[in-house]
């Protein structure tokens, strides 16, 4: 008989005053049977209530990822199965962690995030919920509401580099590839609601800049589905797995040696393909439509009543010509020239007039 406790998972929540409504309801649904609270309280705000009283409550003021670099440490994560790194904007709604929880366990999944319902503020198209069964293996996860297993922390954590970049912009679009990220998913069937837009200021453009500048031979999350989350066997077994470790490898390959120059060897080839047939349609003769007046349902077709109607053409053509020529009035002609008369041929006249 198996009579060994599953181990409890760790919630971060980085917490004020403006989000500690949200973060009590994630104590309250989350429970403290299975969970243990860090939160990390970045003003004075006070947190006496009674679900409050067994969570860890540390104040510093510090920025976000210079407080998740020096409290959310690789030996803490270790002893806990997941590790949930939540926002203090995040409207837990009808999310059910129990299940959640089982979906990653089953699938195997190193990092997972609840999709965001339709009402929620959206940054990035991937992350609101579909029409899917369970959830969508993807190349990307907002930092939202961060699951990762405990055991792969530390990848993550060690991107980190609070120096540069303490706001955390531009962490999730390498961590699939700088991090070695082969299952992160968005699971549809568990939903939140994202409440604020964040706030994208001068200091947070320039860390998510020397982010991308820092691991600018890596792959960068091109935020798309990969593939279903499937519980039929072949697909979840198989073919999935394969597809998975394909489009990893596929994204590890960037940092090999030359795969720079040989990917714009190829996108260069690809323009060029794309530019010939361009102008190659662009060249093509255009086909001649004759443009034929609208005809009744009544009318005889144009082309049999061709024949006709040039006879008939000629015909009335030949009949105008003779009515202009008969109406025409005569020209005067040249005048008889007058004979004289002998008076033998007057007299011979005059006896026949009488």
């Known amino acids: 008989m198996n009579t060994k406790t599953p181990r409890k998972s760790l919630v971060v929540c980085p917490v004020g005053r403006v989000g500690k409504d949200f973060v009590g309801k994630i ?22 209530e009674d679900w409050f009283l067994d969570c860890t ?46 979906i990653l366990r089953t699938h195997g999944i190193e990092v ?25 293996y993807t190349d990307f996860a907002e930092i939202l509401g961060f699951t990762f ?24 679009e390498v961590a699939y590839s700088v991090c070695r990220f082969r299952k992160m998913a968005i699971i549809d069937s568990e939903v939140i609601k994202h409440t604020r837009k964040g ?35 072949l697909r979840r077994h198989i073919t999935h797995p394969l597809w998975l470790y394909l489009h990893h490898a596929l994204a590890r390959s960037y940092i090999l040696p030359g795969a720079p120059g040989v990917r714009r060897f190829i996108r260069t080839c690809l323009n060029r393909l794309r530019a010939r047939r361009s ?13 034929t007046p609208p005809q009744s349902s009544f009318e005889t077709p144009v082309e049999v009543r061709a024949p006709v109607q040039a006879r008939d053409d000629a015909v009335l053509s030949e009949l105008l010509s003779d009515q202009a020529v008969a109406a025409a009035p005569e020209e005067p002609g040249p005048k008889p020239k007058r004979q004289r008369q002998t008076p033998t041929a007057k007299r011979a006249e005059a006896k026949a007039r009488e």
């Not at 609840?114 to 029409?131: C, K, N, T, Y």
């Open 199 to 233: 706030s994208y200021h001068a200091a947070a453009v320039a860390g998510q800049r020397e982010t991308h500048d820092r691991y600018r031979r890596y792959y960068l999350s091109r935020k798309k589905m990969l593939c279903e989350i499937s519980e039929d066997p």
């Open 27 to 48: 104590v309250q649904r989350f429970g403290h049977e299975s969970f243990d609270f860090l939160l990390l309280v970045y003003d004075d705000t006070c947190f006496e």
């Open 149 to 172: 297993r405990g055991d792969v922390w530390e990848r993550f954590w060690r991107l980190i580099e609070p120096d540069s970049n303490p706001w955390g912009w531009g962490y999730d």
């Open 112 to 136: 997972g995030h609840p999709a965001l319902s339709s009402d929620s503020v959206i940054s990035h198209a991937v992350m609101e919920r579909r029409d899917t069964a369970i959830g969508r």
């Open 279 to 291: 102008d190659m349609a662009a060249n093509l003769p255009r086909p001649v439509v004759a443009s």
């Open 57 to 102: 409550v540390v104040h510093d003021e510090l920025p976000l990822f210079w407080r998740l670099r020096k409290y959310v440490t690789p030996e803490l994560c270790c002893g806990y199965e997941y590790v949930f790194i939540w926002m203090d904007d995040l409207d837990v709604l009808d999310f059910d962690p129990q299940n959640y929880l089982r």
